[in-house]
């Protein structure tokens, strides 16, 4: 399929920051980690839409891809505040993914 490294890299990134958002609705400081929730539900939410327009070909996915590596690299720097394995995961996922990102958006 064409861009499937892009789809798989997008597709991590939905599944990495889904699980570290549940996850950390289980932490003992759920208050502490409520920007961390947040960013990773906008950025699973906007990745989902990337995907979308990335499988449809869509004449605004090179710009929209722009947006999604701006939200998955906002995502990285959250998650990476935290210790937790799941938010070292999803801040890995999401850099991988906002640097194909950009690259596709080129």
């Not at 938010?87 to 690259?103: I, N």
Request: glycine content about 0%; hydrophobic content about 35%.
């Amino acid at each position: 399929m064409k861009n499937q490294e892009l789809i798989d890299a997008l597709t991590q990134c939905i599944t990495h920051c889904n699980n570290c958002a549940q996850a950390c609705l289980g932490e003992e400081n759920v208050k502490m980690m409520a920007n961390c929730i947040k960013t990773d539900i906008a950025c699973a939410e906007v990745c989902s839409t990337a995907l979308k327009l990335v499988t449809f070909d869509s004449q605004f996915t090179k710009s929209y891809l722009k947006v999604c590596a701006e939200t998955c690299n906002a995502c990285a720097d959250e998650c990476s505040k935290h210790d937790h394995q799941h938010c070292q995961d999803c801040a890995e996922a999401c850099r991988k993914c906002a640097a194909l990102c950009e690259e596709f958006a080129k």
